[in-house]
């Protein structure tokens, strides 16, 4: 796991909403499920798609890609459906004085 990096102010991330965010050369999506926090890579597995833009599902802790529909579980980035059969990295998300600090997760092997 990387060091913690602030990515933003939590208030900018509303309960049931999402955002984009930059670490370096990673584009990150943090997700806010009723005041819990969630950071997966942004970049759909199956093809270039953002999943910030995607509808979330609070209800089921799952974000579903704006493009062909594959729902990614937001505890640990597997895909609940097709066409993606491949996991998104999950990163660690802390909160820190009003902010939301980001650890990225190493690329897989
Ligand atoms: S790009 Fe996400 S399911 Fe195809």
Not at 3 to 31: N, Q
Not at 64 to 82: A, I, N, W
Not at 94 to 108: C, Q
Request: charged share 20%.
């Amino acid at each position: 796991m990387g060091e913690f990096v602030r990515v933003c102010e939590a208030a900018v991330i509303p309960a049931g909403h999402a955002a984009r965010v930059e670490i370096g050369d990673s584009a990150v999506a943090v997700f806010n499920v009723g005041g819990q926090y969630y950071a997966l890579d942004d970049t759909c597995s199956h093809a270039l798609a953002s999943l910030s833009d995607g509808e979330l599902d609070p209800e089921g802790c799952a974000i579903e890609c704006p493009l062909h529909g594959s729902r990614f579980d937001l505890r640990t980035g597997e895909p609940l459906c097709l066409p993606a059969v491949d996991p998104v990295r999950t990163h660690e998300v802390e909160m820190r004085d009003g902010a939301l600090w980001v650890a990225l997760s190493p690329e897989p092997a």
